[in-house]
């Protein structure tokens, strides 16, 4: 099974402040996807990557950047975060040709 | 406009009883269908799949019924056991992007003892 950590597991950050969340997997998997969870939204995808050095808008892109450097990691960037962004984020990763999606244990992101 | 429906919001069963999930889709291009399952304060997980060439799809005390033609499908848990409180999302994905999953708002499940 994958094997998907996240860093922070919890972070408080100051309105306009940067934030950059960190994603490391350890399956040589493809795909990688960060996602935020929030309730009464499901869970909503921000970017997804396809490999090292791709990066691909989400359904909500809208204030984040993602970062590909290379197989193993993935990072997502709030560089002005708001109290809007305060939220679950998740980060999953996925092979080619397979379907599951392994999820990370999420950081818990409280913004200021 | 939300592509994958879930009902109901929330679920309450009793130990031994059968919990009915339901989900319903637009998008007759969607081909593939998990269902993940989160317990609190943890991540999401997949529990079960099925594609749209069978119409049943069981594991244990979990099964996937699908009806391609009125594009819904239910998962139905046998003889519910307090450890299967969790939170149920049904997703799906297109034919020829399997990688990216459209997920539904899920469904909170509590099985009382």
């Known amino acids: 099974e994958a094997a998907v950590t996240q860093s922070p597991r919890n972070k408080v950050a100051v309105t306009g402040g940067k934030v950059t969340l960190s994603c490391n997997q350890t399956?040589?998997?493809?795909?990688m996807y960060w996602y935020r969870q929030d309730t009464g939204h499901g869970l909503r995808l921000i970017h997804y990557s396809y490999g090292a050095g791709s990066t691909e808008k989400g359904d909500i892109p809208d204030g984040y950047k993602a970062s590909r450097p290379s197989q193993e990691n993935f990072s997502l960037i709030l560089e002005l975060a708001t109290p809007s962004q305060t939220s679950v984020y998740f980060c999953?990763?996925?092979?080619?040709?397979?379907?599951?999606?392994?999820f990370g244990p999420g950081t818990r992101l409280l913004v200021l | 406009q939300q592509q994958v429906r879930q009902s109901p919001q929330s679920l309450t069963v009793w130990e031994g009883e059968t919990a009915i999930l339901n989900c319903s889709y637009e998008?007759?291009?969607?081909?593939?269908f998990p269902w993940y399952w989160q317990f609190p304060r943890e991540s999401p997980a997949l529990l079960i799949a099925i594609r749209p060439v069978s119409n049943k799809k069981e594991d244990g005390r979990f099964t996937i019924f699908f009806n391609k033609r009125e594009k819904k499908l239910s998962l139905h848990i046998t003889d519910s056991q307090p450890g299967d409180s969790a939170t149920y999302f049904c997703?799906?994905?297109?034919?020829?992007?399997?990688?990216?999953?459209?997920w539904g708002l899920g469904t909170s499940l509590v099985v009382n003892p």
């Open positions: 399956n040589n998997h493809n795909n």
């Open positions: 998008d007759s291009t969607f081909d593939y």
């Open positions: 999953a990763s996925g092979d080619l040709g397979e379907d599951t999606q392994y």
């Open positions: 997703a799906a994905s297109d034919v020829g992007d399997n990688s990216k999953l459209i």
